[in-house]
């Protein structure tokens, strides 16, 4: 297809700067959880962005951060091996604040990066009636100053404004190539995988304290049936210690009821579909320090 631009491009930055909604803003469709809590995404999620001129395979990446534990280790070097296999990066920060030294270390590691550096300052909705115009240049040239980028780009995941010009900064680094995927793709993730996340984020919504961070969700069967519009999915939710288990299921069922009702919403909206969501809670001690673990999980830790 002559003309057509295709290529991999890696969203990095530290936690919680709104990599995962951006992506679902220029996807048009949740592919990836969003939360409040920082190190939301554990996986690298491919969003997939296709236009008439050309195919963006986003990989959104675990925010880096120090890790304190194994699968603390297996986000920061996914985040990191992502940049040595894309045609560009879109660095995210939050320009509602200053730089810190989260950001100063990720600017650090992509100075090594061969792949042309993109500096997307999100969060720009929030200066609205709070900061001026000269305190917003001075935001974007601290952030400018941290490293060596191709361009600053103010841009909002929660209005829009800027998306469009990215893409468009994006895809002229990218090389003439095939298109990789069907036009109707915005992941190449397994419905599973997707599924799974959503009733997390629905965990990361409602709980509090240790309980976000030592969850992890498996959908174990999806079935369809075949004499109505219903599909059944079973999932667990997995935690650390008894005490957790207790905090997830509720009393009486109620946080469980209300994780399954908020999930099965979202589900039923990725499938087209009617949902029965049946979900079940069970303690896998430590499993954040347990490599075998973590790979059942999908987390593989790589030598």
């Not at 996340?197 to 174990?220: G, M, N, Q, Y």
């Amino acid at each position: 297809m002559t003309g057509f631009r295709s290529g991999f491009v890696a969203v990095v930055g530290r936690p919680n700067v709104g990599k995962s909604t951006m992506m679902n803003s220029l996807v048009g469709q949740k592919v990836a959880i969003v939360s409040d809590k920082p190190q939301t995404t554990r996986n690298r999620i491919h969003c997939i962005l296709t236009r008439s001129d050309a195919q963006i395979v986003f990989l959104d990446t675990p925010g880096i951060h120090k890790p304190l534990h194994k699968l603390g280790e297996y986000m920061v070097k996914t985040a990191l091996r992502t940049l040595n296999e894309v045609d560009a990066v879109v660095f995210v920060v939050d320009a509602s604040d200053s730089p810190g030294r989260g950001d100063e270390f990720v600017a650090a590691q992509l100075q090594k990066v061969d792949a042309p550096v993109i500096l997307a300052a999100n969060k720009v909705d929030l200066w609205q009636g709070t900061v001026g115009e000269e305190e917003q240049q001075a935001i974007l040239a601290a952030y400018a100053a941290l490293g060596s980028f191709h361009t600053v780009l103010p841009v909002s995941a929660i209005d829009g404004s800027g998306l469009v010009e990215l893409v468009d900064t994006v895809i002229e680094q990218l090389p003439e190539g095939p298109k990789y995927y069907p036009d109707d793709w915005i992941t190449d993730h397994p419905e599973q995988f997707v599924m799974a996340e959503l009733i997390r984020e629905k965990v990361l919504l409602l709980t509090r304290e240790e309980i976000p961070h030592a969850t992890a969700v498996i959908v174990d069967k999806v079935e369809a049936r075949e004499d109505r519009d219903l599909v059944d999915v079973w999932a667990t939710i997995y935690v650390e210690r008894r005490s957790q288990k207790g905090i997830v299921i509720g009393r009486g069922g109620s946080m469980l009821k209300d994780v399954g009702k908020l999930a099965r919403q979202d589900i039923e909206a990725l499938l087209g579909s009617q949902v029965n969501l049946q979900l079940w809670v069970k303690v896998k001690d430590d499993w954040r320090e347990r490599a075998g673990t973590l790979s059942d999980f999908g987390y593989t830790l790589d030598s």
